[in-house]
Each structure stands twice: as C-alpha cells, then as structure tokens.
C-alpha cells in the first residue's frame, strides 16, 4: 500500500516535528489510539483526514502521499539546478528550479535525469548572429520524436514546445545562455553545455 501515507512517514514526521502521538491527535480531532494504529500499520487515515494531517505535519499532500518531505536546497535560485518533469500521460513540460513534488494527471513525476548527446541523438548548436540555432538530427514522427528543447540562462529558463512530423530545431539568444536540454520520448532528456 505504498501509494497510500504509510505509518512510517507519519511517525518520523512527526517525530521529526516534536509532537506525541496525542498532541497529533488532538490536532486531528482524533484519538491517540487512532495515530498508533496508522504508525503501526494496523490502520490508515481517513480520506477525510489526509489534507488535516498534511498540515499538521507541516508538508504537501503530495509529499505526504510520496513518502518524502522535499527541501528545496537552492535557496540561491541557481538555474543551472534547474530540473525537468514531463508527465508521460499527457506529454506536460514542467521545470523548477530546485528539489519539488511535481504532480500532474493524478501522478507524481520524478525529475528526469539528463545525459550527455549519444549518436543516436546527434545535436548542432550553430552561432548565426546573436543567436544559437539548435538542430537535432532525430526522426520525427508520432512514435518517437523530440518534445523540447530548452535554454537554461542564467536569469531564467525558455522552453521550445516542439511537435512530431515537424523539425528537431529551435533558436535561443546567445546572451546569458549556459546550457542546452532536449527531451526524446523515448530516450530521455538529454543536455549540452554551451559555455
């Protein structure tokens, strides 16, 4: 019943909170009994008590539902931590700039992990002017094709929607620009440094 809040997570959350099992009770209007049993595993929360308990214990539903309490570490809003989400069910492109719970057409989506371009993913970043024009050599069609491509600035993040039948390409201003993502379908996402 890993899809549901363990008792596992509640207990270290709460315990992590400095709170008894009857000060979380009572924060819940229920009985201490009632959060042993969920520690214990011989019970679950109520549907009805999963957005009071989330609260209670000072995270999301979805990291309450996760298992995982996430801290963002890049206070500093760094850009090159930024990390992508694409929800395999309905093709959304999601960044953030640091450790999040993503959730999307009822799923949490794990953040993609990016790999240098392979030669099945063969990549040309050509300067013309003030600008970057990307091309990847990659077929493109409803099966198998490149989502995005992306520019990761230094002041912020541009993402180019792209669509099968069309081509693998996008333009991006040189200026701040430090590093390249596209996203294959099938492959995953894929990253070059421009600088």
């Known amino acids: 019943m890993d899809q549901y809040v363990t008792g596992k997570i509640i207990k270290k959350l709460r315990e992590e909170r400095g709170m ?4 979380l009770a009572d924060k819940l209007s229920v009985s201490d ?5 969920w520690e214990t595993g011989k019970g679950y929360p109520d549907i009805t008590l999963i957005e009071p308990l989330a609260r209670a214990l000072g995270v999301s539903i979805i990291e309450l539902l996760s ?11 760094n850009m090159i931590k930024t990390k992508f989400y694409v929800c395999p069910l309905c093709g959304n492109v999601i960044c953030s700039t640091g450790e999040a719970v993503i959730s ?5 989506l794990p953040p993609l992990d990016a790999e ?3 030669d099945n993913h063969s990549f040309s970043v050509d300067k013309v002017e003030d ?10 069609n409803k099966k198998h ?16 929607k792209l669509y099968p ?4 390409e996008a333009r991006f201003k040189i200026n701040r620009t430090r590093l390249l993502y596209f996203y294959c379908n099938r492959h995953g996402l894929f990253r070059v440094q421009v600088r």
């Open 20 to 23: 008894t099992q009857q000060q």
């Open 33 to 37: 009994k009632s959060v042993s049993k």
């Open 67 to 77: 298992g995982r309490d996430v801290i963002n570490n890049n206070r500093s809003f």
């Open 104 to 108: 999307c057409c009822g799923i949490t």
């Open 116 to 118: 240098e371009a392979d």
């Open 131 to 140: 600008e970057y024009f990307v091309s990847i050599s990659h077929e493109m």
């Open 145 to 160: 094709y490149i989502s995005f491509i992306a520019a990761i600035k230094d002041n912020g993040c541009e993402i180019i």
């Open 165 to 168: 039948e069309g081509n693998a």
